[in-house]
């Protein structure tokens, strides 16, 4: 696959639209035939982005949009969660691990540690009040190129 192939989705910021993102966009990555392990961690950094998105950047409101891209391109995916937020104060202190904003919700503040993990590359930009994009590549190791 050597052309770029792309998607966008978007969608209103309620809890029970994780599952649908990460199952879409698993959907289409699944075109790179991916490994069972690649997979998973292509759908656990959307559950996260996504949970991120509508816990912390719209504070749990259902009225806000998230908007995922993700594009192919030769073996290799990139991945754009974007909100409009209320955007992170302080990016570093929130990339620590189980740091979280939100002890209340008994969140495990592991969310862009586990994103780092299983990424290649992974980028934040974020302003406050007009909320956080995250950027995630990933090289595939399709199955065919294992079995031969």
């Known amino acids: 696959m050597s052309e770029r192939n792309f998607m966008t989705l978007k969608f209103a910021s309620r809890s029970e639209n994780e599952s649908f993102a990460r199952v879409t966009v698993a959907a289409f990555v699944s075109q790179l035939d991916p490994t069972l392990d690649e997979l998973t961690d292509i759908k656990t950094v ?21 908007t995922i891209t993700a594009e192919l391109e030769g073996d290799t995916v990139f991945i754009t969660v974007t909100d409009e937020g209320s955007g992170i104060e302080d990016l570093d ?20 540690t586990i994103m780092e993990n299983f990424m290649d590359a992974i980028e934040v930009t974020t302003a406050l009040g007009t909320g956080t994009t995250i950027r995630m590549k990933k090289r595939i190791e399709s199955k065919k190129a294992l079995f031969n």
């Not at 959307?46 to 998230?66: F, K, L, Q, W």
């Open 93 to 112: 202190l929130a990339k620590q691990p189980l740091y979280t904003s939100k002890p209340e919700l008994e969140r495990s503040g592991m969310g862009f």
């Open 46 to 66: 959307v559950s996260e982005a996504v949970t991120n998105s509508i816990i912390h950047g719209y504070d749990n409101r259902p009225d806000g949009i998230v």
